[in-house]
């Protein structure tokens, strides 16, 4: 890490941290702390590494932020942009026009969906994605003469990004905190978390009965005709890589059935062969009426989403459309030219080069090296699925209890980690793991053996400090 002097560097004030520090606001940074420390200035990229402006080596444990499954450096896809910046660098969809990389993103994506999908809408990020899909409800259940069904559900913990509908929808105190947030008419469902929401001597399968139960509960206080939409991520990412229970989307999805209450399955990490199928949604038995999706579409070479949505509820959008004479919606970049040719190739590498049979040839592997440290004493939990996963540190490993925030754990742990050449994120005390799809076996063993030196480190640093103690 680098430790910045103001005006240090190349010349006075003119190192590039200097520079950062004094013109660049971060996303996701503590903002005062940033001054002090500075930014890691990432360079370049190839395969898993990424290498810093000294020349550092880094795995890159998270795929940048869950997103570069084809890892940096992949010329196929750089072919892809270049070509197609050279043909048409850019046009837009409005009003009827089109493009051939829309069209063909748009049928390819039809084509891998996990339910039948009729229509594919285009945005930006994961963020308007997911706002997208919001609006699209709204104005699909005013289609259908019932305009008090506008609530929209999301869940303790889930996230689904940082616009003003998607961060109302997230479930995380941050994101909410002196931000206003959420908007009213946004309600959040219990978190699906059996090793922290678990009820003493409750099974897994009697956990899973509660949280359908309660959503039922939930939904009946709200008022069923109130109700319009629930939205979940298959393995909930930034909320700790929280895996659902077994059975879990059966049961809820029965609930959600039975007051006519729609599903968005929130793709935009679980998509693409993370957890080793094609969608988290075949994973887990979602049967979405919305999905969203965004990062690896396009293995986050340039940015770009989309939402498919059902024939029904594109039946809706059209009734309103004819009724209003347009459908006003829709963002200057939708299915930009680019973005959207390095999607079409990102997924016809995806199927030439047999990347979600890759997943499930090494995911045991990274399963088998995730779990050895269940039982390490800063360990709670070790879980994953896939090429996902995250470990939980916790004070107390028997009582569960969490470190005293204050003491920052799970941070500590992830700038050891980059000391020993490997990026990865805290979400609190949960380290999450999401390597590039493409990680080779070898490639596993040293993420985790840089992990490992990492994690001892931190248990010497919590045992010297006395970190356990109770607040
Ligand atoms: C599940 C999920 N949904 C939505 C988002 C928001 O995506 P973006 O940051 O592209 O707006 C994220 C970002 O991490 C995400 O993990």
Redesign the pocket.
Known sequence: MNQIVPGAGSGPGNSAASRDIAHFLHPYTNLTKHRETGPLIIERGKGVFVYDDSGKEYIEGLAG??CASFGFGEEALIDAAIQQLRRLPYYHTFASKSHHPGIDLAEKLKAIAPVEMSKVFFAN??????DTAVKLIWYYQNAMGRPKKKKILGRIK??????VA?ASLTGLPNNHREWDLPLPGFIHADCPHYYRFGAPGETEEQFTQRLAESLEKQILAEGPDTVAAMFA?PV???GGVLVPPNGYFQAIQKVLKKYDVLLVA?????GFGRTGNMWGSQTFGLAPDIL?C??ALSSAYL?I?AVMITEDVYQGLCKNSDKIGTFAHGYTYSAHPVPAAVAVKTLELMESRRIVDHVREVAPQFRKRLRSFADHPLVGEARGVGLIGAIELVADKASKRAFDAKHGVGTYLVNRAQEHGLVLRAMVDAVGFCPPLIISPQEIDALFDRYAKALDETETWVRSGNLRAAA
């Open positions: 932020l869950w990020s994961g963020s308007e994605a997911n889930g996230y689904h990004g940082v616009t998607s991520e909930m990412g930034a929130d793709e935009v990490i679980c969203t965004a990062k940015p989403s």
